[in-house]
T-cell receptor, first 113, second 109 residues
Framework: ETGVTQTPRHLVMGMTNKKSLKCEQH?????MYWYKQSAKKPLELMFV???????ENNSVPSRFSPECPNSSHLFLHLHTLQPEDSALYLC????????????FGPGTRLTVT | RKEVEQDPGPFNVPEGATVAFNCTYS??????FFWYRQDCRKEPKLLMS???SGNEDGRFTAQLNRASQYISLLIRDSKLSDSATYLC??????????FGTGTRLKVLA
């Protein structure tokens, strides 16, 4: 396994569904991130975990709930999403403690119907 | 003023051309700088970090100008495979990364 992996790669869900996105990194990093990328907008940082503790939560609605059980795994739990939440969700990892190079997973393309 | 600004392009250049992109940032306390490449519907991939003295990786050269608060990326001898969106990323503190909207490059045969 190399780099950062994400599953599923594509997800279609209704507004009443509950689903989870999974991210795994094999780089030995201690910081992990969730980003949202919508069309024609820059990447928006959602959450940051460092050494399994949440260190950043950028005013993200509570219908998005992150979980970081260990330094290699990161989840994003989704419930009662809105159509405007449709986007590419990217996971990234880096060394902890600064603003080091980030490495991204392939993303989950989410469509909320 | 946006925290990180890039010309969205597209820059249409012939194969073999040299092309340069600039990216300006507003926070003078920014500490780290990166260029990423993003292909359509794919994830950003790190192209290079940008160091104070400037750095080169093959056909790619990155420069930092702290006085004027911009970074640049120069691509020499453009290839068709260089067609992508180039994202400027500025690190302004621990875990704080600001992404530009990207500059689209099309290299034409």
């Amino acid at each position: 396994e190399t780099g950062v992996t994400q599953t599923p790669r594509h997800l279609v869900m209704g507004m009443t569904n509950k689903k989870s996105l999974k991210c795994e990194q094999h780089l030995g990093h201690n910081a992990m991130y969730w980003y949202k990328q919508s069309a024609k907008k820059p990447l928006e940082l959602m959450f940051v975990y460092s050494l399994e503790e949440r260190v950043e939560n950028n005013s993200v609605p509570s219908r998005f709930s992150p979980e970081c059980p260990n330094s290699s795994h990161l989840f994003l739990h989704l419930h009662t999403l809105q159509p405007e939440d449709s986007a590419l969700y990217l996971c990234a990892s880096s060394q902890a403690g600064g603003s080091y190079e980030q490495y991204f997973g392939p993303g989950t393309r989410l469509t909320v119907t | 003023r946006k925290e990180v600004e890039q010309d969205p392009g597209p820059f249409n250049v012939p194969e073999g051309a040299t092309v340069a992109f600039n990216c300006t940032y507003s926070n003078s306390a920014s500490q780290s700088f990166f260029w990423y490449r993003q292909d359509c519907r794919k994830e950003p991939k790190l192209l290079m970090s940008v160091y104070s003295s400037g750095n080169e990786d093959g056909r790619f050269t990155a420069q930092l100008n702290r006085a004027s608060q911009y970074i640049s990326l120069l691509i020499r001898d453009s290839k068709l495979s260089d067609s992508a969106t180039y994202l400027c990323v500025v690190g302004s503190g621990t875990y704080k990364y600001i992404f530009g909207t990207g500059t689209r490059l099309k290299v034409l045969a």
